[in-house]
């Protein structure tokens, strides 16, 4: 914290003085500011939402719950467009990125339709929104006004 907030920007002072240092804090401070923001509104609405489940136990990796628990608590925004996914970094596809960890971006955007077919086949619920949209959903979470769905992994066990 020392170093990034005043050992980076003192350069600066001793260049441009007092303002050249004021100016370099501000920067950073903005920088710092406008990067949170963004990788909030980036990952946090992909989880959240009334629309959506969370989970209270553990499954078994690579299981059929966890494969369920992957598009059931998690959400897609807009996609399918290079310029769309470009913009959002390809974090749009979180579905596919909980399902496939290790996948690439393009290998995320071809599989996208895939998955939206296999959950359509099987009736499992695939959540896909534009950014805004689930930033307003978060919200909806966080002052208390909705709460996300808990998943009953007995039902599950139940079905098989």
């Not at 804090?25 to 959240?48: G, Q, R, W, Y």
């Not at 996208?112 to 949209?133: A, R, S, T």
Request: aromatic share 16%; charged share 15%.
């Amino acid at each position: 914290l020392i170093y990034r907030f005043i050992i980076t920007p003192l350069p600066f002072y001793f260049i441009f003085g007092p303002s050249g240092f004021n100016n370099a804090m501000v920067n950073l401070l903005l920088a710092d500011l406008l990067t949170n923001v963004h990788s909030f509104i980036a990952v946090v609405p992909n989880h959240a939402g009334e629309d959506l489940y969370y989970f209270e136990d553990h499954c078994e990796p690579k299981s059929d719950e966890f494969f369920l628990r992957q598009v059931i608590g998690s959400v897609d925004f807009s996609a399918g467009s290079n310029p769309v996914d470009f913009f959002h970094g390809f974090l749009n596809y979180q579905i596919e990125h909980h399902l496939w960890p290790d996948l690439s971006m393009l290998s995320y955007q071809r599989a996208h339709p895939l998955v939206k077919d296999i959950c359509k086949k099987y009736n499992v619920p695939f959540v896909q929104h534009n950014v805004f949209y689930r930033v307003y959903k978060t919200v909806q979470i966080f002052v208390g006004e909705n709460s996300m769905r808990q998943f009953d992994a007995s039902l599950l066990k139940a079905r098989t």
